[in-house]
Nanobody, 125 residues
Framework: QVQLVESGGGSVQAGGSLRLSCEGS????????MGWFRQAPGQEREFVGS????????YYAATVKGRFTISRDNAKNTVYLQMNSLKPEDTAVYYC??????????????????WGQGTQVTVSS
């Protein structure tokens, strides 16, 4: 059974930082693209960024580029989302997801069959 478990969410003031973790289990993610998405109340789930598990290539949405960084730890089967210079508009539930066997820039939610439960990030002004 594939599981993705996010952690690290919380409340922070604008300008602060948080690091989210996503630990995977139940399969080998080495050939996958791992994505981070977020969903604010009343809005659609949107792409934040992704990383190729093999090779580590990353891609970011324009709204977070330069502020967010995605990395992975192969030994821990964990992907991270480092969020700096947070803004109130970054407030959302953040999800990690896995797209098996896909490479390149994968931004669409339907390409990801495996999802975590989400973790809340709240940024106050």
């Amino acid at each position: 059974q594939v599981q993705l478990v996010e952690s690290g969410g919380g409340s922070v003031q604008a300008g602060g930082s948080l690091r989210l973790s996503c630990e995977g289990s139940g399969r080998t993610f080495s050939g996958d693209t791992m994505g981070w998405f977020r969903q604010a109340p009343g809005q659609e789930r949107e792409f934040v960024g992704s990383i190729q598990w093999s090779g580590g290539s990353t891609y970011y949405a324009a709204t977070v580029k330069g502020r967010f960084t995605i990395s992975r730890d192969n030994a821990k089967n964990t992907v991270y989302l480092q969020m700096n210079s947070l803004k109130p508009e970054d407030t959302a539930v953040y999800y990690c997801a896995a797209a098996p066997g896909l490479v390149g820039i994968v931004t669409m939610t339907r390409a990801y069959p495996y999802w975590g439960q989400g973790t809340q990030v709240t940024v106050s002004s």
